[in-house]
């Protein structure tokens, strides 16, 4: 472990693994130790891009424009 707190993945893994510098772990701790996982961490601002383009191209199929989404806001908060 170095200074800062840091360890060293032995090449051969990285590479049968396909680890990349941008990968992020979490530790467990186990009745023998530790084990690292690697996690995925969702990009967020992705994913509204993708969410926000698939939702658009749903409301220009169905002819859905914004004052048609104004006027659903405005009843929904009538109706609350």
């Known amino acids: 472990m ?11 893994i ?3 693994e396909n680890f990349k510098p941008t990968d992020r772990f979490v530790a467990v ?3 023998e130790g ?8 969702p990009n967020i601002e992705a994913e509204f891009k993708s ?5 658009s191209q749903h409301f220009k199929r169905r002819g859905i ?3 048609d989404l104004k006027g ?3 009843w929904a908060r009538k109706s609350s």
């Open 72 to 74: 659903a806001i405005k």
């Open 29 to 31: 701790r186990i009745k």
């Open 14 to 16: 990285r590479k049968q």
């Open 2 to 12: 170095s200074p800062k707190g840091q360890l060293v993945v032995p090449r051969d």
């Open 34 to 41: 530790v084990v690292f996982k690697r996690v995925k961490i």
């Open 51 to 55: 969410l926000s383009k698939e939702i």
């Open 65 to 67: 424009n914004g004052n």
